[in-house]
């Protein structure tokens, strides 16, 4: 695997080369995904949240140019800002390539679990840990019948979080069930869900 060398800031998070980004992106915009909002998406994070009790869940669709959440939960309240720390900004719908685990996901084909990503320094210097303040990670891919990864299903914490086996096994089943019902929806020519 070749990695694209650090950006100047000296991060320590190397983001790997997606060589299917263009075979990606042209199989998004057939099925329609990763360019508007999808309120069925934005229910289906909203279900692996509340499963997961973890305060974001997002449906990630990655392209050439960027990570696009089209399924998207958010705390409903955010959480106080500790006197002397700054607030974080909050988490949208776009996010560059080399922020956030998910690109490690879609070029490894494998879920990934971060109990604590300080605890790996490879991971520690992604930006949104410094940005969001995010400390766990848990998403699994979105291999469709083709073979192509669409992109992952992810839940994050801005608390350390013991996933353990049953996180893994979750996270993995619901991107299954996400693929099949991404792939009904194709068969059947429908726009959503």
């Known amino acids: 695997m070749r990695y694209d060398p650090p950006r100047p800031a000296g991060r320590l998070l190397l983001t790997p080369e997606d060589k299917e980004a263009p075979a990606r992106t042209e199989r ?21 949240a509340e499963h997961t009790g973890a305060p974001y869940a997002m ?9 696009f959440f089209a399924g998207l939960h958010l705390p409903a309240v955010r959480p106080p ?6 607030e974080k900004p909050e988490l949208g ?21 971060l109990e604590d990503v300080c605890d790996y320094p490879r991971f ?15 998403g699994a891919p979105l291999i469709d019948s083709t073979g192509m990864v669409l992109g992952t299903v992810c839940v994050v914490d801005v608390e ?10 979750t996270i993995k089943a619901t991107a299954a ?17």
């Open 124 to 138: 520690a210097g992604n930006p949104v840990v410094d940005e969001f303040g995010i400390r766990s990670y848990l």
């Open 81 to 86: 800002v500790p006197e002397g720390d700054e």
């Open 160 to 169: 350390p979080r013991p996933w353990g086996k049953p996180g893994l096994e």
């Open 59 to 67: 449906v990630n669709f990655i392209d050439e140019r960027r990570q």
């Open 28 to 48: 998004l915009r057939s099925l329609g995904l990763g360019e508007q909002p999808d309120p069925a998406l934005d229910a289906y994070a909203d279900r692996l």
């Open 177 to 193: 069930d996400l693929v099949a019902r991404l792939e009904r929806r194709e068969a059947d020519g429908l726009p959503t869900l």
């Open 93 to 113: 719908r776009h996010l560059e390539r080399d922020h956030g685990f998910c690109p490690h996901v879609v070029v490894r084909r494998k879920a990934l679990v």
